[in-house]
């Protein structure tokens, strides 16, 4: 598995933990913790699967596709439907 950059990274933490806080009321480290303990965050983190050809908009909706089904391949961003 070849790793994102760390400013990758750290650029989409921030802004889908921003949308996880707004939407469900956590503190900034819950919704940051949230996002990366997910698998979302690990498909993120790896550069192979090309998450990063998604927006934050899209990375947040996977995230919580993951939340609601337990699997962020669930997801129409990934199924392509």
Not at 22 to 48: D, I, W
């Amino acid at each position: 598995m070849k790793r994102l950059e760390p400013e990758i990274i750290d650029y989409y933490n921030i802004e889908v933990a921003k949308m996880i806080l707004a939407k469900y009321g956590m503190s900034p480290m819950e919704a940051l913790r949230a996002f990366v303990c997910s698998q979302t965050h690990n498909m993120l983190e790896n550069s192979e699967l090309g998450m990063t050809d998604f927006g934050a908009e899209a990375l947040f909706e996977i995230w919580e596709c993951e939340k609601n089904t337990g699997n962020p391949r669930n997801s129409i961003y990934i199924k392509g439907e």
